[in-house]
């Protein structure tokens, strides 16, 4: 079963940082964190990251958080950082 349904290969992405940091449900990413991975991704323009980032929002897969900036991960993304494990 596929969670993380049509979205953009951008929020694979995204999703796939908070795995690599190992975040959990409740946790939060850092926003220098994941910006420090962004930097690397050179196909992907500012308007596509945003965009999957509201994306990501709207699906409850993460909120975004204001102090300390970044983004806690919600159920639904944790759920999907799960299915990946297997």
Same mark, same amino acid.
Request: hydrophobic share 40%.
């Given at each position: 079963?596929?969670? +993380?349904? $049509?979205?953009? /290969?951008?929020? @694979?992405? %995204?999703?796939?940082?908070?795995?690599?940091?190992?975040?959990? =449900?409740?946790?939060?990413?850092?926003?220098?964190? +994941?910006? $420090?991975?962004? /930097?690397?991704? @050179?196909? %992907?323009?500012?308007?596509?990251?945003?965009?999957?980032?509201? =994306?990501?929002?709207?699906?409850?897969?993460?909120?975004?958080?204001?102090?300390?900036?970044?983004? @806690?991960?919600?159920?639904?993304?944790?759920?999907?950082?799960?299915?990946?494990?297997?």
């Amino acid at each position: 079963m596929t969670i +993380l349904i $049509s979205t953009t /290969s951008t929020a @694979r992405k %995204i999703m796939e940082v908070f795995r690599y940091f190992r975040t959990r =449900k409740n946790e939060y990413l850092a926003l220098k964190l +994941l910006l $420090s991975k962004r /930097s690397l991704w @050179r196909d %992907i323009k500012d308007e596509q990251f945003n965009e999957s980032i509201e =994306k990501l929002i709207e699906k409850g897969y993460i909120a975004r958080m204001e102090s300390p900036t970044g983004w @806690r991960l919600l159920g639904a993304g944790d759920a999907y950082l799960k299915q990946l494990e297997r």
